[in-house]
């Protein structure tokens, strides 16, 4: 958004004046501190860098007008300000809350893109542009993302696009474009201690609705008592599971082994009422094949296509 404060500014100085003029030039790198307090259910993240601008154009105070479009909210920042070479250099320690919408389809062997995008709110592109700073930008390598590592750090610019003329009669269409400098990140979980963590008492609940073949057929309560027990016991941890992801309408990996869990544990039920059936009619020998197969083929399949949705999602 746009400061209002600026609007009257923006309208005098910014879009028409500078129409037929070169856009300045303005050096810009990032050094980042820190990213941490990611949360997926509030889809946020908090970043903590430092921004550096040099240019030529004494127009521009970027103490003023910086604007980071994609932040919930932006600290007041520690600036200093010097002159290099006749240029006016500004250094500025920022401290943001970010939004983010994640992407969990592989939660927890996801990996996540952090897009921070610094745009002038005064002056737009045909009165500005940036220039990266790539030798000088970097992150602190000593930085821990505390369940994460850094994959990929890179600066860069581009344009933002917003539909409207802020209202300037000037314009002829509805359309403006602000240079912007970009600091993208990929992070990626480590994931297997946490899938361990988040995973073991599904997978805990399903061996224990298997310990219902031990017993003999006719043994209702152990039979079918278990594979209930499970079940509750699976949608429990789902429900636990879905309360730290953000609401989605993507099926995801933690949506498919839950839904396998709970196939599964029907499917004994469904094995143990048809031994059952079988027992009651006299054909106990048949009745115990198909308790001895059932439960090896649930297992298998359980296993086995377990092992293939987790690979395919860490792979």
Known sequence: MKHAVLLLTF???????????????????????SVHDISFHDKEYTIRFWLWFTYSNPKFDFTRQLDIPNAKSIDPPEVIRDTVDGKFYVIMKMKCVMKESWNVGDFPFDSQQLHVQIENTLFDKNALVFLPDTAGSRYEQEMAIDG?????????????????????????????????????????????GLFMKIFLGMYIAFLI????????????????????????????????????????????????????????????????AVALKLHERGRENLSLTVSRYGAIGIGA????????LVVASAY
Request: charged fraction near 15%; charge should be negative; proline fraction near 5%.
């Open 11 to 33: 309208l005098s100085l910014s879009i028409a004046p500078l129409r037929g003029e070169s856009p300045d030039t303005v050096r810009t790198g990032a050094y980042v501190i």
């Open 148 to 192: 994460w590592s850094m994959k990929k750090f890179a600066v860069g610019t581009g344009r933002n696009g917003y539909e409207t003329a802020f209202g300037d009669t000037r314009i002829n269409e509805q359309h403006t474009e602000f240079a912007t400098f970009n600091i993208d990140m990929e992070i990626q979980r480590d994931a297997l």
């Open 209 to 272: 609705a298997m310990v219902s073949f031990v017993p003999r057929p006719s043994e209702l309560e152990p039979r079918f008592g278990l594979p209930v027990g499970g079940l509750f016991a699976a949608v429990g941890n789902k429900y636990i599971i879905d309360s730290l992801l953000p609401e989605s309408s993507q099926f995801t990996l933690v949506d498919s082994l839950h839904a396998l869990t709970f196939f599964g544990i029907f499917s004994m039920l469904v094995v143990s």
């Open 301 to 308: 399949l359980y296993f086995l296509i377990n092992l293939g």
